[in-house]
């Protein structure tokens, strides 16, 4: 049986606006202002949609001096990002004609 925290974990995946910001965030950390400016977002949108990423741990929130930068965990949803993305490519890449997002950077 499926537990109700891979309905939340999956529906958070879902959801258009928490995938453009995971999507952002792939490329770096970023304060609430970047992100609201980047995606065309009401800042109360995007603070609400990043609460709910950090509520669920997909982010990790860091203060420098008064500003919250938000960065993907590094730990467990980065890896499963990169797993998902490997799925697309061996499965479902003729559905997609774009490309996979780096989630893991090369260093």
Same mark, same amino acid.
Request: hydrophobic share 35%; glycine share 4%.
């Given at each position: 049986?499926?537990?109700?925290?891979?309905? =939340?974990?999956?529906? *958070?995946?879902?959801?258009?606006?928490? !995938?453009?910001?995971?999507?952002? !965030?792939?490329?770096?950390?970023?304060?609430?202002?970047?992100?609201?400016?980047?995606?065309?977002?009401?800042?109360? =949108?995007?603070?609400?949609?990043?609460?709910? !990423?950090?509520?669920?741990?997909?982010?990790?929130?860091? =203060?420098?001096?008064? %500003?919250?930068?938000?960065?993907?965990?590094? *730990?467990?949803?980065?890896?499963?990002?990169?797993?998902?993305?490997?799925?697309? %490519?061996?499965?479902?890449?003729?559905?997609?004609?774009?490309?996979?997002?780096?989630?893991?950077?090369?260093?």
């Amino acid at each position: 049986m499926i537990c109700n925290s891979y309905e =939340r974990f999956f529906k *958070t995946l879902a959801e258009p606006a928490k !995938l453009n910001i995971i999507n952002l !965030l792939s490329k770096g950390p970023l304060n609430v202002s970047q992100l609201s400016k980047k995606l065309n977002f009401e800042q109360s =949108r995007a603070s609400h949609n990043l609460k709910a !990423l950090a509520d669920r741990h997909f982010v990790i929130v860091e =203060r420098k001096g008064k %500003e919250r930068y938000y960065s993907l965990d590094k *730990t467990i949803i980065i890896p499963i990002l990169g797993l998902i993305d490997a799925h697309v %490519e061996k499965y479902e890449k003729h559905y997609c004609k774009c490309k996979g997002i780096p989630w893991r950077k090369k260093e």
